[in-house]
């Protein structure tokens, strides 16, 4: 399957912003899919998961509250809705989709990331 985040941009502290992830090739129903972030000179951080259906919900914990993970399977896209940007939640945001929902099963799919640049 082949994924593409797309709503990043720049935004100030405190804005809200909701990135969409759209897939290609194959629906999305059929894969667990997840959101990634990489800041400059940081390593990937896991934001959230959801299962195939979106019944099911894992965020990391520290992104708990403010990012709301969701899905629409008949557009045959997740969302990543994330509210009182912070200057730390500058980086790069990817989508990726796995096949099981279990925490040991690898992202075999990821897509170009979006970059979203919040100013103080």
């Known amino acids: 399957v082949q994924l593409q985040a797309s709503g990043g941009g720049l935004v100030q502290a405190g804005d809200s912003l909701r990135l969409s992830c759209t897939a290609s090739g194959r629906t999305i129903s059929s894969y667990v899919m997840g959101w990634f972030r990489q800041a400059p000179g940081k390593d990937r951080e896991f934001i959230g998961t959801?299962?195939?259906?979106?019944?099911?919900?894992y965020y990391g914990d520290s992104m708990k509250g403010r990012f709301t993970i969701s899905r629409d399977n008949a557009k045959n896209a997740v969302y990543l809705q994330m509210n009182i940007l912070r200057p730390e939640d500058t980086a790069v945001y990817f989508c990726a989709a796995k096949n099981s929902l279990s925490h040991t099963a690898p992202y075999d799919s990821w897509g170009q990331g979006t970059q979203v640049t919040v100013s103080s």
């Open positions: 959801i299962s195939k259906t979106g019944g099911t919900i």
